[in-house]
T-cell receptor
Framework: AQSVTQLDSQVPVFEEAPVELRCNYS??????LFWYVQYPNQGLQLLLK??????LVKGINGFEAEFNKSQTSFHLRKPSVHISDTAEYFC??????????FGAGTRLTVKP | GAGVSQTPSNKVTEKGKYVELRCDPI?????LYWYRQSLGQGPEFLIY????????DSGLPNDRFFAVRPEGSVSTLKIQRTERGDSAVYLC??????????FGQGTRLTVV
């Protein structure tokens, strides 16, 4: 079955600095990839997704991610973060049958 | 409704009791997922429905857990002989296909 590894459990960063949250996946077939965000005391919200086509995917709130098949990665980036980006971020992978699995999450803390 | 609805939002039960958690997916969504999320962790896959049938139930931890979706819409997650270790937030999500899933707010289950 497919699996996801989020390489950093916590990422502290200062406001207006760039950030990258790393995600690697494991699968023997073609995959769909997702990033979800969970703000404190809220539900999971879809941030962006890769289904096919361009490997650079843009999402909400200025986030983008790049699918790299050779490195089996789908890292999330933002060029300049805000305090309001403080949240838990989850990478997820789905195979052809839409069975979706999540990583353990990365807690992004943006400091003033 | 406009989104995925989960009821109840909170459930406190005594050890050994039986509980049912309900999920109303977005109308027309064929795929439905159940996950369990413990504090500080990512969503742990439990079961995935495609229509009325369970396409993958490999995440159910043991035979005390069971889920149904008899008419391909509403789903119920059933837990028998609850244990304190079952305490978590149980998340339901639905999807129309490959575009990612939409999550409900979850049911917080506390077993005392």
């Amino acid at each position: 079955a497919q699996s996801v590894t989020q390489l950093d459990s916590q990422v502290p960063v200062f406001e207006e600095a760039p950030v990258e949250l790393r995600c690697n996946y494991s699968s023997s077939v073609s995959v769909y990839l997702f990033w979800y965000v969970q703000y404190p005391n809220q539900g999971l919200q879809l941030l962006l997704k890769y289904l096919s086509g361009s490997t650079l995917v843009k999402g909400i709130n200025g986030f983008e991610a790049e699918f790299n098949k050779s490195q089996t990665s789908f890292h999330l980036r933002k060029p300049s973060v805000h305090i309001s980006d403080t949240a838990e971020y989850f990478c997820a992978v789905s195979e052809w049958n839409n069975d979706m699995r999540f990583g353990a999450g990365t807690r992004l803390t943006v400091k003033p | 409704g406009a989104g995925v609805s989960q009821t109840p939002s909170n459930k406190v039960t005594e050890k050994g009791k039986y509980v049912e958690l309900r999920c109303d997916p977005i109308s027309g969504h064929t795929a439905l997922y159940w996950y369990r999320q413990s504090l500080g962790q990512g969503p742990e896959f439990l079961i995935y429905f495609q229509g009325t049938g369970a396409a993958d139930d490999s995440g159910l931890p043991n035979d005390r857990f069971f889920a149904v979706r008899p008419e391909g819409s509403v789903s119920t997650l059933k837990i028998q002989r609850t244990e304190r270790g079952d305490s978590a937030v149980y998340l339901c999500a639905s999807s129309p296909g490959t575009g990612g899933a939409f999550f409900g707010q979850g049911t917080r289950l506390t077993v005392v």
